[in-house]
């Protein structure tokens, strides 16, 4: 086998040429590194600004604790009271047809749910006669008798003679709604 040798010119020329291409290859790649750090650079201040935008949408999503409002407590009360079923109530007060009885006064308290019914009565006899009638219709029996008081136009009679000698008598019957 004959040995092979090259000889490589050595002439200025290509001296020149790489001097030539490491000019213009070493500033490109410099600039392209310059470039690169410039845009890392930004994309780190964009995500920062991205997060603290995340964390101050957090901070408003967050509950806040309010006071509560003062109308709340009425207007659920009013809802409740909205959802009463009072037509046996009122049934039961106008319906009632004794003979010399007659119905003053329906008060309805609302906050502990309860009614009272105020009757102008002719006899005391008469007192037994509506409490049988206001609890008709009712397994348990939700009105109670109260009290009974004489409607006398003399108030300067004893409260004994008063009573015995008035000729008309005002009783009071109560209940539950929620028991109607």
């Known amino acids: 086998m004959k040995p092979l040798h090259i000889e490589f010119a050595r002439s200025q020329r290509w001296k020149t040429v ?24 930004v994309a780190a201040q964009h995500a920062a600004q991205v997060e603290a935008q995340q964390a101050r949408l957090e901070k408003l999503r967050a509950p806040v604790h309010t006071q509560p409002d003062p109308r709340r407590d009425s207007i659920d009360q009013i809802g409740q009271l909205l959802q009463l079923d009072v037509n046996r109530l009122f049934a039961t007060a106008e319906n009632l047809d004794i003979a010399g009885v007659r119905l003053r006064n329906l008060s309805f308290d609302t906050a502990s749910g309860s009614v009272k019914l105020d009757y102008e009565l002719d006899s005391l006899d008469r007192a037994s006669t509506i409490t049988e009638a206001l609890n008709s219709g009712y397994q348990k029996y939700p009105w109670m008798f109260v009290s009974v008081s004489a409607a006398n136009s003399n108030p300067a009679q004893g409260a004994t003679a008063g009573l015995l000698a008035a000729q008309q008598f005002r009783g009071i019957w109560s209940a539950r709604v929620n028991l109607l």
């Open 18 to 41: 790489w001097i030539a291409s490491l000019a213009v290859c070493l500033p490109a790649i410099a600039f392209f590194v310059w470039r690169v750090n410039v845009i890392r650079t």
